[in-house]
């Protein structure tokens, strides 16, 4: 039994040495516990604007063309480039081709109204089909998109006080004609009364500005406006007309031009183009 004592007392101190020595040799071991610093997470992106949906009904999509600034985006949805930048957290200014902006606006300008714009009730259009003597010939191409309107005059013959208007009109479209065009090239001509012709058909390019009679309107007015403006008739149809074209195909004032500004001519008249070009001011 002693012996048996003895024994487990040799292995205790056995033991005791062999923990004594591996600290001695570690001296790491005596150091106290110092937890692992935290793995460090990426960022996370920060959140994009959402997606317009019926809870967000204020929220437009832009997608940006080539050419145009936040300036000229903000103006078009009646907004501000701050209110751009911000909802779609821009840091700078600069825009690319093809990117898409979040518009917090309620305005669309590309919404079309219900509501088809008319002419008043005091404005009389002719029909083509109650003044002119001919027919239409073939020869005569889609008009397409409307994107335009040209102002013109159609000068005055000195014999011009002692004939109609309808006298007037069918000789410049038996003149037109005689050139190889279809019809006259005008879609509307203003009288001296201020009583509106329906010239070329609008869904035909007209024959009134060379290079510039696709998707463009032309809208004549008789007589010669180089020393004088046309009459209050003349100019309230002309106003009126414009108004209505313009709402009708959502054309800006500064899509309403004189023959001149497009072409090589003197038309629509230095008074005429007075006038228009304040009328381009609105």
């Known amino acids: 039994m002693k012996y048996i004592k003895h024994i487990c007392f040799l292995g205790l101190i056995g033991l005791l040495y062999a923990c004594s020595n591996s600290y001695r040799h570690n001296p790491s071991a005596h150091k106290p516990y110092i937890p692992p610093a935290p793995a460090k997470l990426p960022e996370a992106p920060e959140p994009k604007p959402e997606e ?157 500005v060379s290079g510039a009679n696709s998707n463009n309107i032309g809208v004549s007015l008789i007589g010669d406006f180089n020393k004088k403006l046309p009459n209050r008739s003349q100019l309230n149809a002309l106003n009126t007309m414009l108004g209505y074209l313009r709402k009708k195909y959502q054309l800006p004032a500064t899509k309403v031009y004189g023959h001149k500004h497009l072409g090589t001519s003197e038309c629509p008249g230095i008074q005429l183009e007075k006038w228009l070009i304040q009328y381009r001011k609105k």
């Open 52 to 208: 317009p949906t019926q809870a967000t009904p204020n929220y437009l999509i832009h997608i940006v063309k080539k050419g145009e600034t936040l300036s000229a985006i903000s103006k078009r949805y009646k907004t501000t480039v701050n209110s751009i930048a911000h909802t779609n957290r821009l840091k700078t200014s600069t825009i690319q081709v093809g990117q898409k902006l979040y518009i917090n606006s309620s305005y669309n300008p590309y919404k079309t109204s219900r509501k088809k714009p008319t002419l008043p009730s005091q404005v009389r259009v002719v029909p083509r089909t109650s003044w002119c003597e001919t027919n239409m010939k073939s020869n005569v191409n889609p008009m397409g998109r409307i994107k335009k309107i040209t102002v013109h005059h159609t000068t005055a013959p000195k014999n011009l006080a002692k004939m109609s208007d309808i006298q007037y009109l069918n000789i410049i479209e038996k003149a037109h004609k005689k050139k190889g065009w279809a019809s006259i090239g005008y879609h509307y001509i203003i009288g001296r009364d201020g009583t509106i012709y329906q010239g070329r058909p609008i869904n035909y390019q007209g024959a009134h």
